[in-house]
């Protein structure tokens, strides 16, 4: 499948190819449909994203929400809905909490955030009762595919853990290294990102970078091959890992960049989505399910990937043991 769309930040930059997601697409639609419980999907360009995924075979939504309004958004788009199942729930933080009762029963493998904000979806995962808690750190990753880079990257964490500390880091590594092994990336690497590729006091997250790089040695962290601290430009760029005269697996060829805390991973995303053209399909990883965090700004063909990613996340949780919960 190959699916051209206009950038979604509203200027028209033209129609391109996307074919990293098209490649997600395609292998998600080579396993088996994902049970997906759809958080308050009640305007159309959530739930549009929603007809569009089971129409492709990726997904087997259960919509979660107020029926009159998720009737509307359907009526809006002129799609029949009669046959999809529709769980009732009178308000977004109602939704919330049906839909994770959905997953502790075995009805969803899966999460997917709708017209509702994200604090109110998230609040109901990690609730101590009741919620979708494990033994691991939640954290976000963003599966960006940036024009001109060949290969798919994966940032991590944007959007969950703000300041997180070294231990957090050690799952947020450990949640991207098992996400791209997901993805079917034959060989992970994961560049921990500060502002210079040198161990430095005064820099702490140049001090993380080199614990988790030795604990990775040890075997606290597994699948992947890290490096760090590096500067993002020798991190992705080989010329600039070359002229650096750094000796490295991952330097100037990473595929997953870890970022010091969250303002330094959203300025990166954000960065690449509004001056280089890129996409950013989003999943929430550590918690019993995957969840599928969109934004409203977000193209159809970001919304499909972000399924897909769901889609091949569950699929290799169902061939590995569940991660304990706490």
Do not use: W
């Not at 490649?23 to 396993?31: E, N």
């Not at 991207?176 to 820099?203: C, G």
């Amino acid at each position: 499948m190959t699916v051209a769309v206009t950038v979604h930040d509203g200027s028209q930059h033209g129609q391109r190819q996307h074919d990293k997601y098209d490649r997600l697409v395609a292998a998600a639609q080579s396993v088996s449909r994902l049970k997906v419980a759809v958080v308050h999907p009640c305007d159309q360009a959530s739930l549009s994203a929603v007809l569009e995924a089971d129409g492709l075979g990726l997904i087997e939504p259960i919509l979660v929400g107020p029926r009159p309004k998720i009737m509307a958004a359907a009526e809006a788009l002129g799609k029949d809905i009669s046959m999809m199942r529709i769980v009732e729930a009178p308000h977004s933080h109602a939704a919330a909490e049906a839909a994770v009762d959905l997953v502790r029963s075995g009805q969803a493998e899966a999460l997917m955030k709708g017209s509702l904000h994200t604090d109110e979806l998230m609040g109901a995962v990690v609730r101590r009762e009741g919620g979708l808690r494990t033994a691991r750190r939640i954290s976000h990753c963003f599966v960006m595919d940036v024009p001109g880079h060949d290969t798919a990257l994966i940032i991590t964490d944007a959007a969950v853990n703000i300041a997180p500390t070294l231990e957090d880091k050690v799952h947020i590594v450990q949640n991207a290294i098992d996400l791209a092994r997901a993805l079917r990336v034959d060989q992970v690497r994961v560049a921990i990102l500060s502002a210079m590729e040198t161990v430095n006091p005064k820099v702490p997250s140049t001090i993380e970078a080199a614990a988790l790089c030795k604990m990775a040695d040890r075997g606290q962290i597994t699948g992947g091959i890290l490096d760090g601290p590096l500067a993002l430009d020798n991190a992705i760029d080989l010329g600039a890992a070359t002229i650096k005269k750094i000796q490295s697996p991952v330097a100037g060829q990473a595929n997953v960049l870890v970022v010091p805390d969250l303002e330094a991973g959203n300025m990166l995303a954000k960065s690449l989505t509004f001056l280089a053209d890129a996409d950013a399909a989003g999943i929430v990883l550590g918690a019993r399910v995957p969840i599928i965090l969109t934004s409203r700004a977000d193209s159809n063909i970001t919304r499909l990937a972000s399924c897909a990613i769901a889609s091949l996340v569950a699929d290799a949780q169902r061939t590995r043991l569940a991660i304990p919960e706490v």
